[in-house]
């Protein structure tokens, strides 16, 4: 069965300096989307940065990146140059092309405090 | 981008009322919505998928006669929470496709319902 795990609950970060959260995903699908998404306090979910199974360049999205590591099973997600917007909850998502709903698995979620 | 919105943004209810949210896609046309419920700074929790002019496909575990589900339009999905309890309290998020197929069909979603139930 599918699955993402996100194994930092927390990060803190100081502004300006970049930071790496971590996601591994399990799945016996060879083609398969991963996407990060940010939830502010708010709780809107904001959509950052996919990554498909076949991509063989690393997404980058702006501050965004995603370091693809296929053969681990990593999708981790850089954000450089931190600022205080960045605080918030992130999730990594993936999406197996066999689910023909659409419909994505979330990890457990990281949040992540940016200090001034 | 393609804007989702949800109504209404919260909501205070009486134990054993239901609820209703509505869910709405306002420039595209969503072939496919999904309901999700979140407790404070936990995962979103998939509730069911929802395809414009069918039935429902719940999660396991989920109740179907008590979160209905409805679909009518390709820009309306509802969601009823019947005979609420303070166990439903939650933030419930709806999010919309407009195609399935692919692997890359960004869902876009609404800002979320907070449902209180006294």
């Not at chain 1, 659409?102 to 405090?113: A, M, S, V």
């Not at chain 2, 919105?5 to 909501?11: E, T």
Request: charged residues 15%; proline residues 3%; neutral net charge.
């Amino acid at each position: 069965a599918q699955k993402i795990t996100q194994t930092q609950p927390g990060m803190f970060v100081q502004e300006k300096e970049a930071v790496t959260l971590d996601c591994t995903y399990d799945t016996s699908d060879q083609s398969y989307g991963l996407f990060w998404y940010k939830q502010p306090s708010s709780g809107e979910m904001i959509f950052l940065i996919y990554q498909g199974s076949y991509d063989e360049q690393n997404a980058t999205e702006g501050r965004y990146s995603l370091n693809f590591q296929k053969a681990r099973k990593s999708a981790n997600l850089v954000i450089s140059a931190s600022q205080l917007g960045d605080s918030a909850m992130y999730f990594c998502a993936m999406r197996e092309i066999t689910s023909n709903t659409g419909k994505l698995i979330f990890g457990q979620g990281t949040t992540l405090q940016v200090k001034p | 981008g393609a804007v989702v919105s949800q109504h209404p943004s919260w909501v205070i209810c009486k134990s054993g009322t239901s609820v209703k949210i509505e869910c709405r896609s306002l420039d595209f046309q969503a072939t496919t919505m999904f309901w999700y419920r979140q407790f404070p700074k936990q995962s979103l929790m998939l509730m069911a998928t929802s395809n414009e002019g069918s039935k429902a496909t719940y999660e396991q575990g989920v109740e179907k006669d008590k979160f209905l589900i409805n679909h009518a339009s390709l820009t309306l999905s509802t969601l009823t929470v019947t005979s609420a309890h303070p166990e439903d309290s939650s933030f419930y998020i709806c999010s919309a496709s407009s195609r399935t197929s692919g692997l890359y069909n960004e869902q876009f979603f609404g800002p979320g319902t907070r449902l209180t139930v006294l």
